[in-house]
């Protein structure tokens, strides 16, 4: 393997390893930031009701404020890897930050459900740009070699950043906050985050005197794939189009995107149904989720950095099989079961599924996009995942209204067959066949 480069003589080492650690600080903090003007509709949601549903604002329109808002997230995600590639990913980073602050205010600041809805709208349309611009400026940092630690640190940005808003913002009603007053404070709070990336995130080493890093040598491009920018965008999308391995990663991150949505808003219903455990207990339980999907995504890149070189196939493919059969459980056992019982499988769960799935836009994005086409990458991967995401509300709690919980963990688990399917794909396809292909030159 390909080591990275050595600094410039003029460059102090320590001062480049400082910047690039600074520049990780600043994206976690940023990313979570992100989030603060994310979850801060469902958090606020029974105030919002409360003071508008008068005015027709009721459950059902926040239901179409986050279902519209999904499907508008994932057209953006189509647009804003593609942006990245050609303009960089410092400046969409920061003006997206600003940008969602506006919005964040704007939907604080209205009443009619139209404008409440637009607003929104807006607000997920700009934080589509988010993620693909963090991968960016990532693969202009790290080389190959550590993709998949650094970008498990980054995904902790999302998986607890959105913890860490709910708490935050949760505490701020608990004090006394009005609805509006919460929105005005989390796009102040964005903003103050945004003057902290201005100063720590940086483009890449060049900025600060040092060379650039190497991209994953078995990446779609060859040798282009160490190019920063891309300058066509046919030569940019044409490479994932033709590749079976990249089309592999788009259908493991549709169906685990739809098994993380549905677990994100179905499962305390799913505890209270299978316990009996009151509503105020399974939402507490359900963070179990998240916490052992945030062990899983550390262990993950450590592993498949540290001790298997790069490869992500069996650090994916092995859990996934795991996934399957604890969504089998869980849909063979939908009453009746212990506390106990259901923690063990909500834990399980998680970190089956979540360590892999952040290899999707994260590390795997990297090791096929590599410097020229990672943001894209990653951008067209989310697309796939969200649109899935905007089946989990409707789709599955349908399933489950109808045929019981029993047949929507089953359906679920079948999803995440095709998800292993697809991983063993990918594993063969990409670190077996094409690797050998970049070895032997042809």
């Known amino acids: 393997m390909q080591t990275s480069p050595s600094l410039p003589p003029h460059t102090a080492p320590r001062t480049v390893r400082a910047w690039r650690a600074l520049t990780l600080a600043g994206l976690v903090l940023g990313y979570a930031g992100y989030y603060l003007c994310r979850s801060d509709l469902s958090v606020a949601a029974p105030l919002i009701i409360a003071d508008l549903g008068a005015q027709g604002v009721d459950e059902k329109a926040i239901g179409t404020f986050a279902s519209v808002g999904v499907l508008v997230y994932a057209a953006g995600k189509l647009f804003s890897g593609v942006t990245c590639d050609f303009l960089g990913g410092r400046r969409p980073f920061l003006a997206a930050m600003l940008a969602s602050a506006a919005c964040t205010w704007w939907f604080g600041a209205?009443?009619?459900?139209?404008?409440?809805?637009?607003?929104?709208?807006?607000?997920?349309?700009?934080?589509?740009?988010?993620?693909?611009?963090?991968?960016?400026?990532?693969?202009?940092?790290?080389?190959?070699?550590?993709?998949?630690?650094?970008?498990?640190?980054?995904?902790?940005?999302?998986?607890?950043?959105?913890?860490?808003?709910?708490?935050?913002?949760?505490?701020?009603?608990?004090?006394?906050?009005?609805?509006?007053?919460?929105?005005?404070?989390?796009?102040?709070?964005?903003?103050?985050?945004?003057?902290?990336?201005?100063?720590?995130?940086?483009?890449?080493?060049?900025?600060?005197?040092?060379?650039?890093?190497?991209?994953?040598?078995?990446?779609?491009?060859?040798?282009?794939?160490?190019?920063?920018?891309?300058?066509?965008?046919?030569?940019?999308?044409?490479?994932?189009?033709?590749?079976?391995?990249?089309?592999?990663?788009?259908?493991?991150?549709?169906?685990?995107?739809?098994?993380?949505?549905?677990?994100?808003?179905?499962?305390?219903?799913?505890?209270?149904?299978?316990?009996?455990?009151?509503?105020?207990?399974?939402?507490?339980?359900?963070?179990?989720?998240?916490?052992?999907?945030?062990?899983?995504?550390?262990?993950?890149?450590?592993?498949?950095?540290?001790?298997?070189?790069g490869r992500r196939g069996p650090v994916i493919s092995f859990p996934l099989l795991g996934l399957v059969g604890v969504l089998y459980v869980m849909g063979l056992h939908d009453r009746g079961l212990t506390v106990g019982q259901a923690m063990l499988c909500v834990g399980l769960a998680g970190a089956c599924m979540i360590g892999p799935y952040s290899f999707l836009g994260g590390a795997i994005s990297l090791d096929l996009g590599g410097r020229h086409g990672s943001a894209t990458a990653?951008?067209?991967?989310?697309?796939?995942?969200?649109?899935?995401?905007?089946?989990?509300?409707?789709?599955?709690?349908?399933?489950?209204?109808?045929?019981?919980?029993?047949?929507?963990?089953?359906?679920?688990?079948?999803?995440?067959?095709?998800?292993?399917?697809?991983?063993?794909?990918?594993?063969?396809?990409h670190e077996v066949v094409d690797h050998r292909l970049h070895e032997s030159g042809e």
């Open 378 to 429: 990653a951008g067209l991967i989310d697309t796939a995942g969200y649109l899935a995401g905007a089946m989990a509300g409707r789709g599955i709690g349908a399933i489950a209204e109808t045929y019981g919980w029993d047949r929507a963990f089953t359906v679920l688990s079948a999803v995440a067959v095709l998800a292993a399917v697809s991983a063993f794909f990918y594993w063969y396809r």
């Open 110 to 309: 209205s009443s009619a459900f139209g404008v409440l809805l637009a607003a929104w709208c807006a607000n997920r349309l700009v934080q589509s740009t988010g993620w693909s611009a963090l991968v960016k400026i990532s693969s202009n940092w790290y080389s190959f070699e550590h993709y998949g630690r650094v970008m498990s640190v980054l995904s902790l940005s999302w998986l607890f950043g959105d913890a860490a808003g709910r708490f935050f913002l949760g505490r701020l009603i608990a004090a006394g906050l009005g609805w509006r007053t919460l929105f005005a404070v989390a796009g102040a709070i964005l903003v103050a985050i945004w003057g902290v990336c201005l100063f720590a995130v940086k483009e890449s080493p060049a900025e600060v005197g040092g060379e650039p890093v190497h991209s994953n040598p078995d990446n779609l491009y060859g040798a282009e794939g160490d190019v920063e920018r891309a300058h066509d965008l046919h030569e940019l999308v044409l490479p994932f189009l033709r590749s079976t391995s990249f089309w592999a990663a788009m259908a493991m991150c549709f169906c685990l995107t739809l098994i993380r949505e549905t677990f994100n808003l179905w499962l305390p219903r799913w505890l209270t149904h299978a316990t009996g455990i009151s509503a105020g207990e399974a939402a507490q339980y359900s963070a179990l989720f998240p916490l052992f999907g945030g062990f899983s995504v550390v262990a993950c890149g450590f592993i498949s950095d540290r001790l298997l070189r």
